[in-house]
């Protein structure tokens, strides 16, 4: 079958105005939640796009550890390529796909970093081999070859044994949003698309857009 040819017809469900909560974190717990409950697979991952001081794009896949209404927010590597570009541009947008439900979460916003007891909560919550490797690797840096990525993490478990310390470039980021899409697949290319915008007074705004 051509690559043109495939395609899906989407007819699990449908969204309105009616159905959503006033508050998009809100709606975005109710959404979670399902997607939980269907076992949607990796129902936490999302795509993190970033862009640099260049103006160009980049997107990787990142897991949210923590939603309120501050925002949405996952840890990484300051240091690393995603770190950069947050440093020249303070701006991302989030994508969860939850093809189970036949649903999408788009959410765009202005980043910035959680505090540092933030950081040690989580990091010191993690896997200890996690945060092993998070001392071992200078993440988005190249490397020779697989070998020497596994030396530097014996260094590290040779150093500090089973506890490693939250390297001062490894932390939190949290987007807080100023636009939340909620897109549930319909039949014919027909989606229907509810999206939420901040107002300059903080509050938040209700609208439809055309599939």
Same mark, same amino acid.
């Given at each position: ?113 959680? /505090? $540092?007891?933030?950081? @040690?909560?989580?990091? *010191?919550? &993690?896997?200890?081999?996690? +945060?092993? %490797? ?52 319909? /039949? $014919?290319?027909?989606? @229907?698309?509810?999206? *939420?915008? &901040?107002?300059?007074?903080? +509050?938040? %705004? ?6």
């Amino acid at each position: 079958m051509s690559i043109a040819h495939l395609r899906k017809d989407y007819q699990q469900a449908s969204l309105t105005e009616s159905d959503v909560a006033a508050d998009p974190i809100e709606q975005f717990g109710i959404w979670f939640d399902q997607a939980l409950k269907a076992d949607a697979a990796e129902a936490n991952a999302m795509s993190l796009s970033t862009v640099n001081d260049d103006g160009r794009p980049t997107s990787r896949i990142v897991l949210i550890k923590e939603f309120d209404q501050r925002g949405f927010c996952w840890f990484t590597n300051y240091d690393s390529a995603k770190g950069k570009d947050l440093a020249a541009n303070p701006y991302a947008a989030l994508l969860f796909f939850w093809s189970a439900l036949e649903r999408q979460v788009r959410i765009e916003g202005r980043i910035e970093k959680v /505090s $540092s007891e933030e950081n @040690d909560a989580y990091f *010191y919550s &993690r896997p200890l081999g996690s +945060r092993q %490797s998070a001392n071992a690797s200078a993440q988005s840096q190249t490397i020779a070859n697989r070998d020497l990525l596994e030396q530097q993490l014996a260094s590290v478990v040779g150093t500090f044994g089973d506890q490693p310390p939250r390297p001062e470039h490894w932390g939190g980021y949290r987007l807080v949003p100023e636009k939340i899409e909620f897109w549930q697949g319909r /039949s $014919s290319r027909l989606h @229907d698309r509810i999206v *939420y915008t &901040r107002n300059a007074d903080g +509050r938040w %705004s209700i609208g439809r857009l055309q599939p």
